[in-house]
């Protein structure tokens, strides 16, 4: 009788996520951080959004450092190629075509799968961005992380989800904003 319910209860779990992903966690020697992580299709991600300090173009939400538990960083672009801890990298635009590729075989939308109550595991949080002089926008309302990849001038590419169109898309912007970044595994 227990096998059965064993099997009937692994069968329950599979069905119940399309996404058969594996949790983790990882610590960042510098400064011993724990960070969710999670497996989706072939990649490892972070599960939460970076929370490192580093001195110049990195800031809090609304400049209170209360705010990084929750929310994490938000970097200008050239700090955030360089900011993830080793054995991870900042995602490139192809990195964030494949999750969204493999996440919308599943889940016809995206959006769905990929905010804080999704069931890929990415669970990303509508923390907004903040502008090249200062100032946040969008909280609430969208999220978005930079990539590694260049645009065409001072633009580099960002993967965004939106909640008033209930979407995730790659978007080129300035690289004075300041995004949040989610590491992937290298």
């Known amino acids: 009788m227990n096998k059965s319910v064993t099997i009937l209860s692994i069968i329950i779990f599979f069905a119940s996520s399309n996404y058969a992903q ?42 209170d450092e209360k705010n990084v ?8 672009w ?32 995206a959006y769905d799968a990929l905010i804080s109550s999704g069931d890929s595991g990415f669970s990303a949080k509508l923390f907004g961005w903040r502008g090249s002089y200062g100032g946040f926008s969008g909280l609430g ?12 001038g001072h633009y580099r590419w960002g993967f965004g989800i939106f909640k008033e169109d209930k979407n995730a898309f790659l978007l080129d912007d300035y690289d004075s904003r300041g995004f949040l970044v989610r590491c992937i595994k290298k």
Do not use: H
Not at 79 to 95: E, H, I, R, T
Not at 141 to 152: A, H, L, M
């Open 78 to 109: 050239e700090v955030a190629k360089n900011v993830c801890p080793s054995g991870w990298k900042l995602p490139s635009k192809n990195d964030f075509e494949t999750l969204l590729n493999f996440v919308s075989s599943i889940n016809k939308n």
């Open 69 to 76: 538990v929750e929310f994490g960083y938000y970097y200008k």
């Open 141 to 152: 309302e969208n999220t978005i992380f930079w990539t590694s990849s260049d645009s065409r």
């Open 22 to 63: 594996k949790l983790d966690s990882i610590t960042d020697v510098r400064d011993q951080k724990v960070y969710k992580t999670v497996t989706i299709g072939d990649q490892v991600w972070m599960a939460e959004n970076l929370a490192y300090y580093v001195e110049d173009n990195c800031w809090s939400f609304n400049d």
